[in-house]
C-alpha cells in the first residue's frame, strides 16, 4: 500500500462468518476460506496498513472480535473462537508494539448482534430464540467500538451482560465454563 504512495487513517477488521458444522463436515476448502477472511486476512491488511500509519504517527486499527474470544472449543464454529481469540490477543500485541507510534488499536468484543450473521450460517431462527435483552443493534456495537478506540482501550465488550458474560468465561473453573458453553452451544452445531 505504502509502495504506491497511499496511506490509510483507518483500519476495520470486519469481515467474517461462521461454519456451524463440525470441522470435518464440510470441505477442507471452505475451512481454509474460514482462516483466510478471519485470520490472514485481517492481520495481512493490517501489515499492509502499518508503515503508512508509524510514518504519519497516527492510525486507528479496529479488530471486529468477539465474545466467542474468551470461550473455549465446544462442538460446532470448531474454528471460531480460536480465530477471534487471535484477533483479540494480536490486538493487544499490536497496542503494545505501536501505542508508542501514535496508533490506537480496539478489538471490539460483541456477543448477540442483530445483522445477517445467522442467517449467512442457517441459524438465524435459533438467534431469535435468545432474549432480546441479549441482542445488541450494529450500531450499537459500532458506536462502541469507535468511542473505545477514541478513548484508547484496547479491548472493548459491548453492554453489562457481556461484560460479565466475559468475566464469567475467564474466571469460573475452566471444566464448568466447558460444560455450560458445550451445553449453551449444542443448539448451535448443526451437527455432521
Ligand atoms: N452478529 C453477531 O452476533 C456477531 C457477534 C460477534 C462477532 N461478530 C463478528 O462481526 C463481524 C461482522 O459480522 P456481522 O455480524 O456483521 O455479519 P454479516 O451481517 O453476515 O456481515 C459479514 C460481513 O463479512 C463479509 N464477508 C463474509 N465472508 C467474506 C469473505 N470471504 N470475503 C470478504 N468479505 C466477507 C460479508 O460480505 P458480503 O455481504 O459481501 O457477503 C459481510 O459484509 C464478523 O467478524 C463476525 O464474526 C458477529
Not at 442467517?119 to 431469535?128: C, K, V, W
Not at 432480546?132 to 467500538?145: D, E, Y
Not at 469460573?172 to 460444560?179: I, K
Amino acid at each position: 500500500m505504502t509502495a504506491r504512495g497511499r496511506t490509510a487513517d483507518v483500519l476495520v477488521n470486519n469481515a467474517g462468518f461462521s461454519i456451524p458444522q463440525s470441522f470435518g463436515a464440510v470441505p477442507w476448502s471452505r475451512q481454509r476460506d474460514f482462516l483466510m477472511t478471519l485470520v490472514v486476512a485481517p492481520c495481512a491488511l493490517a501489515h499492509g496498513v502499518l508503515p503508512g500509519m508509524i510514518a504519519k504517527g497516527a492510525g486507528r486499527i479496529i479488530n471486529v472480535a468477539s465474545l466467542a474470544s474468551f470461550a473455549p472449543g465446544a462442538a460446532g464454529h470448531s474454528l471460531y473462537p480460536g480465530a477471534k481469540r487471535l484477533m483479540l490477543t494480536f490486538s493487544q500485541a499490536l497496542d503494545a508494539e505501536y501505542r508508542a507510534k501514535g496508533l490506537k488499536v480496539t478489538a471490539i468484543c460483541p456477543g448477540f448482534t442483530k445483522t445477517e450473521f445467522a442467517q449467512a450460517n442457517a441459524t438465524a431462527h435459533l438467534m431469535d430464540e435468545a432474549p432480546r435483552l441479549f441482542r445488541q443493534s450494529a450500531q450499537t456495537v459500532v458506536a462502541a467500538a469507535i468511542a473505545g478506540n477514541e478513548a484508547g482501550k484496547v479491548v472493548v465488550i459491548p453492554g453489562w451482560h457481556n461484560k460479565l458474560a466475559a468475566v464469567l468465561l475467564q474466571y469460573l473453573p475452566q471444566g464448568l465454563v466447558r460444560a455450560m458453553v458445550q451445553a449453551g452451544s449444542s443448539k448451535y452445531h448443526l451437527g455432521d
